[in-house]
Structures are given as structure tokens and as C-alpha cells.
């Protein structure tokens, strides 16, 4: 049994990753930190693992955590996670880091967005842990830098698109919703139940710092430089993201055509559903699961296509999308502890 550490456990991807975790056949976990909580337990934080999970929260020491454990998540924000990744790598331990810390392999492009990288030279090395894209590179990696959101709920819908080059890349639109978990657990005005209720607004707009992480990989699957225009918005929902890209085709092709190119090139992908024609995601009907689900439309009176895709933003967006790149990192199958379906309604 394979002990593992959640390093800041005390948000919604801690809990996520404690949840899918218990649920494992091969992992057990051994370790978790919340540094403003350390002593509690974390059955204390999170009702909802009384009896399933007794463990006490620590301080977030590199030592102790690598004593205690053979492989680490680090659950923590940006800037944070950097100055611990560094410590479990040299301790042996390998490490999937849920921040963005690691994501972006241009230092500069990662400080102009973010703050200053205290560990640069470890950006070559980490691995984008996005397993339809770059399953062979995680499974061999030490540091993987697991997605954000965002991104992987709009490079899994445009991947076929960009690989086979069917569309003018100057043309894509992005317009993605969110629910509030994606601003994390702790206390933000904009996040308080009568700000998001019945309200649905638009945020960060040509500026979200997800926007150099979506480029980074859709430039990467389309072999060139490519420039997007992103809009987040906020859903009065707790989980789901729902992305639906726009792009002009370079030639005429059906939504028949279309689908039938993502049904073959996700053929082989548990985590990825297409839906039929006429079917469009819903982020209802991924909530809980590690899936994502793809519907797309090609309008011939606009010469676009347009295409949908649904997430669980804790999950497949997060902590889901983590035990995956665990499972290949550690050697098991890639979908253990991740095969539950949503929960509906």
C-alpha cells in the first residue's frame, strides 16, 4: 500500500482528493496539512469523512510529510506550493502540484501573470499532467503540474480540431462558466451565497491567468502560436464548469462529420464522453465524476463550430484529474478510484 500526503487539505480540492482517495484500492493516506488548522482533525473540517477518515491535520513540514508519506499532493496556492515542491523532490518523493506553480514553462510568461518563480529550473522538468494529451510523459515524471480547470475543459473540447488543423486558429472564442467552488473555501465577498445567488456575471475579463495556460496547450496541440480570446463567468452553482468554444472552419464539414473525428480520436479515452447529435453536455450530469463530457454543433450558415464540453471542476478539474496522473505515475490503472458515475440529480 502506496502511503500518500495531501499537503493543504483544508479546501475543497483537499477534501475532493480525501474523498476519491478512501475509495482506492492501492493508496492509503497517511498525511495531511492544514497550516491554520494543524491539530485539528480533519473530520472536524470536513463532516462529511466522520468515521471514513480519521487523521489529525499537521504543520506544513517537508520533512516530517516525506517521513510520513511516499508520494504528495500539493494541494496549496500559487506561490505557496513552490516553496515546498523543491523539498519533497529532494527527498525522492514524486509529487503532483495542483497549483500553478509549475504549468507554465516559460518563467517570464509565469511571472508576468503570477509573481516571481522561486524554483525556475524545475519548469522544464515538470510535466503538464493532462493524461489524454501527455499520458507518457506523466507516467514517467517525478513533478507533474496538474491542469486548471479551465484549461483542461477547453483543450479536451478543441483537441481532434487543433491536431488534424480543421480550423483558423485566429478565429477561437471561449466562453466558460464556473461554479463557486472554483474560487476556493475560503471567505471572499464575491463568493458569499446572497452575492452569487440568482446572479450570473462575467469576471476577470482579458485578463484571467488561465488564459497563458489554455494558450500554452492549445499552441503546443496546434503546433503554432496561438492567441485566444477567454471569458470566465460564475455560475450560481457549487460544481461544474461548462466551456463552449468557438472556431471557423477551414472547410465545410457536418456535425456528423465532426463527431464522428472525436468519437475516434477519444476512442480509447475512459474519461471522455462524445455525445450523439443533437446532444449537448450538462454539468449536471457529470457532477462528482471524473468525466468529461463533448457535444459539438457545425453551423453551415457561419462556417463556425461550435463546441461544448461539461467538467466537475473539483474533479476532473482538480483532485480527479490528479489521482489520474498518480495512477500513471505510480503504475496503476489509470482509472482506479475514479470509475463512480455522477451524481444525478
Sequence with gaps: ????????????????????????????VSCVTAGQNAGEEISTL?????ERISLRCEETDVALVADRADFV??????????AVVPGFLDAGKKVVDLSADYR?????EYEAWYQKHSSPHLLAEA?????????????TARLVANPGCYPTSVALA??????????????????????TSGAGRSAKVGSLFCEVNEGFKAYSVGNHRHTPEIEQTLSALAGRKVLVNFTPH????????????????????????????????????????????GNLPNVAYV?????????????????????????????????????????????????????????FP
Design 287 to 343: 457532477r462528482g465524476s471524473n468525466f468529461c463530457d463533448i457535444g459539438l454543433v457545425s453551423d453551415p450558415r457561419t462556417g463556425r463550430v461550435i463546441v461544448v464540453s461539461a467538467i466537475d471542476n473539483l474533479v476532473k478539474g482538480a483532485a480527479g484529474q490528479a489521482v489520474q496522473n498518480m495512477n500513471l505515475m505510480l503504475g496503476f490503472d489509470e482509472k482506479a478510484g475514479l470509475t463512480a458515475l455522477p451524481l
Design 127 to 139: 510535466v503538464y499532467g493532462l493524461p489524454e494529451i501527455s499520458r507518457k510523459q506523466v507516467a
Design 73 to 82: 499532493f500539493t494541494a496549496l496556492p500559487h506561490q505557496t506550493a513552490m
Design 1 to 28: 500500500m502506496i502511503r500518500v500526503a495531501i499537503v493543504g487539505a483544508s479546501g475543497y480540492t483537499g477534501v475532493e482528493l480525501l474523498r476519491l482517495l478512501e475509495n482506492h484500492p492501492g493508496v492509503q
Design 234 to 277: 460564475l455560475l450560481p452553482v457549487n460544481r461544474g464548469i461548462l466551456s463552449t468554444c468557438y472556431a471557423n472552419l477551414g472547410k465545410a464539414a457536418s456535425t456528423a462529420e465532426l463527431l464522428e473525428l472525436y468519437r475516434d480520436h477519444y476512442r480509447q479515452e475512459f474519461f471522455v464522453r462524445v455525445l450523439g447529435e
Design 158 to 179: 478543441l483537441a481532434p480540431l487543433l491536431r488534424e488543423g480543421l480550423v483558423d486558429l485566429d478565429s477561437l472564442i471561449i466562453d466558460s462558466k464556473s461554479g
Design 46 to 50: 470536513f463532516p462529511s469523512l466522520i
Design 104 to 108: 507554465l514553462q516559460n518563467v517570464a
